[in-house]
């Protein structure tokens, strides 16, 4: 079975490589979505493809600050699915259990592919007054900008992302826009990590499932990547210059215990 697997990764990885020059904001055969489906969803990539660890490492234990956002039909889903009342069933604890796996997920999946980023989670929380629908559709770059403006309110550190995480509603197909990214399941600025601007992604996400494919794509987009299933030089050199312009941040000393006096 699993080499099974790894045959249809290897023959997804030759059709990401023949759209490799297909803009950022084009969804193409890197799609999250498609790449969840061949590969069966939370099925780990390091576990049907060898990790590259032949490449230069770059972003050496860069912090990446994750400040994530949820809405309300982000967990709407599971309450329908389980026939739970309306009341929020998800308590913080348990909202932040599950959101350090699936960053604990991304993490790896860039570790894996020698680029060295420490994720940490730094907020967690619901907000109900950032996402725009219309009809049948998730308006998905509408509500990007939304974050944006929110996220720059915040005036947090420049490598800070803030994640914006829904569910429900399909992305509503729009232009292309150069300073955006879209596919059918995450919109994120692009090339913004460590920059003046502020770094968001939209992700439809079914919570629970640790689908991390469309989280992987809107953070690499984010540190100025075209792809993310196989990186390019060109691409980890663009990642590598973004992550020149990050603050050093110094680990903490472990506190000195005080010598009681006589």
């Known amino acids: 079975m699993l080499t099974m697997v790894r045959i249809i990764f290897l023959i997804s990885m030759c059709a990401i490589e023949a759209t490799n020059s297909a803009t950022a904001g084009e969804p193409g055969s890197e799609d999250p979505d498609n790449i969840a489906e061949e590969l069966g969803g939370i099925t780990p990539w390091w576990e049907v493809h060898p990790p590259n660890k032949s490449a230069e490492v770059i972003g050496n234990n860069v912090p990446v600050l994750a400040h994530i956002i949820y809405d309300s039909a982000y967990t709407a889903g599971n309450r329908r699915k389980k026939r739970e009342s309306e009341s929020k069933p998800k308590t913080s604890d348990e909202m932040k259990k599950y959101f350090e796996q699936l960053f604990g997920q991304v993490q790896e999946y860039f570790k894996n592919q020698s680029i060295s980023i420490n994720v940490s989670i730094t907020s967690i929380s619901e907000m ?64 913004t990590f460590c920059s003046q601007n502020t770094s968001a992604a939209v992700i439809r ?10 989280t992987v794509r809107a953070t690499a987009l984010i540190f100025g990547s075209k792809h993310f299933a196989s990186f390019s030089t060109e691409d980890r050199i663009k990642m590598n210059e973004t992550f020149s312009h990050c603050p050093v941040r110094k680990e903490k000393e472990p506190p000195t215990e005080e010598i009681p006096s006589c």
Not at 207 to 213: E, F, G, N, T
Request: aromatic share 18%; charged share 20%.
């Open 128 to 191: 109900t007054n950032l996402s725009v629908s219309e009809e049948h559709w998730f308006k998905a770059r509408e509500t990007l900008k939304n974050v944006v403006g929110y996220g720059a309110s915040l005036a947090e550190p420049v490598d800070t992302i803030f994640y914006l995480f829904t569910w429900h509603r399909m992305f509503k197909p729009e232009g292309y826009d150069p300073a955006m990214s879209f596919s059918t399941s995450d919109a994120e600025t692009t090339g």
């Open 205 to 214: 996400h079914w919570h629970k499932s640790l689908i991390y494919w469309s």
